[in-house]
């Protein structure tokens, strides 16, 4: 199956900034997404990727290599309500004109004061 | 517009039981996709659903099964529960055919815990 691997946990300080490195297999790529949870709550949309570079959206910004098969999300001036687990899922070519998205463990940040 | 709703969003079986799972997407969505939500393994792809036809399957027991209405409201049904069912399942609905796009979005959950 696809391997999907990010730190488990990381922990930044109010105003810093931090970045969440995801990992892949290559093969059969179509695409990549990161999401926030909020503990007790549902998965929410962040960004996609699907050609090579910085895509900015706000304070967040996600960086995708396709030929490393390398991605990470940037939060610049952390928020204590920044405090989630980020979520990278990669799209991948399942057979018969297909794709599936498989999603990593994700990445428990805390936002310390 | 209404979100994605799940129904029940908690419950508790004992083992060998079975249980049915509701999720009614976004209106005007047409893919609905359920996950397994567990603290070890994280999301887990189930299966998805597209106008009424099954598109992917997960690395599931055949014991999970699911289906989609006309209405695109779809259900997931686990046979013969064991202990280690007890997850939160997600259902996300999206526009198109999910990882055409992306872009989900996901209900609340149900909470299953299996005693």
């Known amino acids: 199956g696809q391997n999907i691997d990010q730190p488990t946990e990381m922990t930044a300080t109010e105003g810093a900034i931090v970045q969440i490195n995801c990992t892949y297999q290559?093969?059969?790529?179509?695409?990549l997404f990161w999401y926030q949870q909020h503990a007790g709550e549902a998965p929410t949309f962040l960004s996609y990727?699907?050609?090579?570079g910085l895509e900015e959206k706000g304070r967040f910004s996600s960086f995708l290599s396709r030929s490393k098969g390398y991605s990470y999300l940037l939060l610049k001036e952390l928020q204590m309500k920044d405090s989630a687990s980020y979520l990278c899922?990669?799209?991948?070519?399942?057979?018969?004109?297909?794709?599936?998205?498989?999603f990593g463990k994700g990445t428990k940040l805390s936002v310390i004061p | 517009k209404a979100g994605v709703t799940q129904t029940p969003r908690y419950l508790i079986k004992t083992r060998g039981q079975q249980v049915t799972l509701s999720c009614s997407p976004i209106?005007?969505?047409?893919?609905v996709s359920w996950y397994q939500q567990t603290p070890g393994q994280g999301l887990q792809f189930l299966f998805e659903?597209?106008?009424?036809?099954?598109?992917n399957k997960g690395n599931f027991p055949g014991r999970f099964s699911g289906r989609q209405f006309s209405n695109s409201r779809s259900e997931m049904n686990v046979s013969t529960l064991e202990l280690g069912d007890s997850a939160l399942y997600l259902c996300?609905?999206?526009?198109?055919?999910?990882?055409?796009?992306?872009?989900?979005?996901f209900g609340e959950g149900s909470r299953l815990t299996v005693l």
């Open positions: 996300a609905s999206s526009l198109v055919a999910t990882s055409d796009t992306g872009e989900l979005f």
């Open positions: 290559t093969s059969g790529f179509n695409g």
């Open positions: 990727n699907v050609l090579d």
């Open positions: 899922a990669v799209s991948l070519y399942s057979g018969a004109g297909s794709y599936q998205l498989t």
């Open positions: 209106s005007g969505h047409r893919s």
């Open positions: 659903y597209f106008s009424e036809t099954q598109r």
